[in-house]
């Protein structure tokens, strides 16, 4: 039987602080001020036939699967405090659970209203977001949290909340172990395997950028949940469009069909999560930074049967700007058919935090499964701290190569904590570049270089400070545009006339001759 206990809470804003929340939903909890819902967790048997499934496909493995539900957080607005805060909040429980997510759709929130996510006894919070967190200003997939208790607390400062809404549409329900906050906390390593390396750790002093450009991956496959890794990667423009790279198979619902376009919108890409240092004591939750964002469209894939014919590429395109806060890398690449050297894997194994992979000699060509020379094949070597292999989750995760440049995608392969020294199978970047096929659609050429420069490698970029274009025309180059404060504009030309203008047209500075700019105030 579904009951449904409510609870919503709003407050007059300034800074939203940890203890402000926690005291109003604990006051929202101990009143009664609040909505409970019971949803039905999958039975054993359809599990089991989810997982049987993806396997039999050749497929990512399943974590998870979404659930309907329909609960509106609207008109219920009656609750005051000292604090003169409104408050609304709803806890969902599914037993069974490993952890839980929310899918909010049709949101009408105004620009100072927020909202958080927490789980039980708030061991971990998403938020506070608001308006400009929401993909189209109306939507929003969260990761999923631990446990089987989940929680939205809606706050406002408004006493007339009659048009404010939010619509939980589905929920995340996750049958597979997907972070490992509960272990890290009891000291232990996380939800990978014991052999796994820290991202943190010495073995990748010399990738420290790139490992900014990790993402850990939760798809959403026509309503079935996998994990996978990817990489924020540039392009000859270098103007921060947000494109993943990762692979073909993580998208697929059956071989060789992707899911609809509407599942990649739910798609949900972590940043920096990562341990803080080396060997985590699990005293901090530095490491499980709520650094996501929701959503994509498909730009490019192999459609390959996942590397059985190919290279197994999968480019996305965000939603949305990658914000700024996140501090992103923006990953170089090699598109040239050079076996890397030396280098490394960055990857999310088992869903866990970032770990590195170190090569113990230089990759080889090969084949995954029927197409030879499509693959890269590597190895894997023991180091001061552990024996860095590949797991569930790795898929789509980049190999770099001694410069720091991608050059392949994880496909598969054998390689685990209990079979450390087996081989692991890299899509080649060089193969996906233009080799599988004529179409836009079959080719990461004309999304990663649309300018047509012909370049074979292409270095790597710090993420701006302003999520805005850079002009570059090969005369001059200026950015941010627009901007707020600064605005550098960087050229060898002599620059007889500078005028810059506000939104609406309006002349705000007209320098003449000046020769030398670094920066305009």
């Not at 809470?9 to 940890?18: E, N, P, R």
């Not at 010495?202 to 900014?212: G, I, L, V």
């Not at 270095?459 to 404060?485: A, E």
């Amino acid at each position: 039987m579904r009951f449904i206990y409510l609870l919503i809470i709003v407050f007059s804003f300034g800074t939203l602080k940890a203890q402000n929340y926690k005291q109003i939903a604990s006051y929202a909890f101990e009143s009664g001020l609040g909505i409970e819902a019971e949803i039905k967790a999958p039975s054993n048997e359809e599990i089991k036939s989810i997982i049987d499934f993806n396997a039999s496909e050749g497929l990512a493995p399943a974590i998870g699967k979404y659930l309907p539900f329909k609960n509106e957080l609207q008109n219920n607005w009656n609750y005051h405090l000292s604090s003169g805060l409104y408050f609304s909040q709803i806890t969902i429980k599914s037993k069974g659970a490993k952890a839980l997510s929310l899918f909010l759709n049709q949101v009408k929130i105004d620009e100072n209203e927020q909202f958080l996510i927490f789980n039980k006894n708030f061991q971990k919070v998403f938020g506070p977001y608001s308006l400009k967190n929401l993909y189209n200003q109306k939507q929003m997939q969260t990761p999923p949290l631990m446990g089987d208790e989940i929680s939205i607390l809606f706050l406002s400062p408004q006493g007339n909340l009659s048009n404010s809404k939010l619509s939980i549409e589905e929920i995340g329900y996750f049958f597979e172990n997907t972070e490992s906050v509960s272990k890290l906390k009891a000291g232990n390593l996380g939800a990978s395997g014991p052999c796994e390396v820290n991202v943190n750790c010495d073995e990748n002093n010399n990738f420290r950028n790139q490992q900014r450009s990790i993402v850990h991956i939760y798809s959403n496959r026509n309503g079935i949940v996998g994990d996978c890794s990817g990489t924020l990667i540039n392009n000859t423009l270098q103007d921060e469009k947000p494109y993943i790279l990762t692979a073909f198979h993580c998208g697929e619902v059956t071989s060789n069909v992707l899911a609809d376009s509407m599942s990649f919108t739910r798609w949900v890409f972590m940043f920096n999560y990562e341990t803080p240092t080396c060997i985590f004591n699990g005293n901090s939750d530095s490491a499980f930074d709520d650094d996501f964002v929701t959503g994509s469209w498909v730009r490019a894939g192999s459609y390959d049967n996942g590397g059985d014919n190919g290279s197994d590429f999968l480019l996305l395109e965000l939603l949305n700007p990658v914000p700024v806060e996140f501090n992103a890398y923006f990953a170089g690449w090699d598109r040239r058919n050079i076996a890397p050297q030396s280098g490394v894997c960055l990857h999310h194994p088992s869903g866990d935090v970032k770990k590195v992979s170190t090569l113990i000699a230089p990759a080889t060509s090969g084949k995954y499964s029927n197409r030879e020379n499509s693959h890269w094949i590597v190895y894997w070597k023991e180091t001061a701290n552990g024996h860095g292999v590949t797991e569930r989750g790795s898929s789509g995760s980049a190999l770099f190569n001694q410069d720091g440049n991608l050059v392949g995608v994880l496909t598969g392969g054998f390689a685990s904590c209990s079979r450390p020294n087996d081989e692991d199978f890299y899509g080649k970047f060089s193969l996906s570049w233009d080799s599988m096929g004529t179409s836009d659609w079959i080719q990461l050429k004309p999304w990663l270089d649309p300018n047509s420069s012909n370049v074979e490698i292409q270095n790597g970029k710090n993420q701006l400070l302003t999520n805005s274009k850079i002009v570059n025309n090969n005369l001059f180059k200026i950015y941010p545009n627009p901007g707020r404060d600064l605005i550098y504009l960087e050229s060898e030309l002599e620059i007889k006339q500078i005028e810059i203008l506000d939104i609406n047209g309006k002349t705000l500075v007209l320098l003449n001759n000046y020769y030398s700019l670094a920066g305009i105030n």
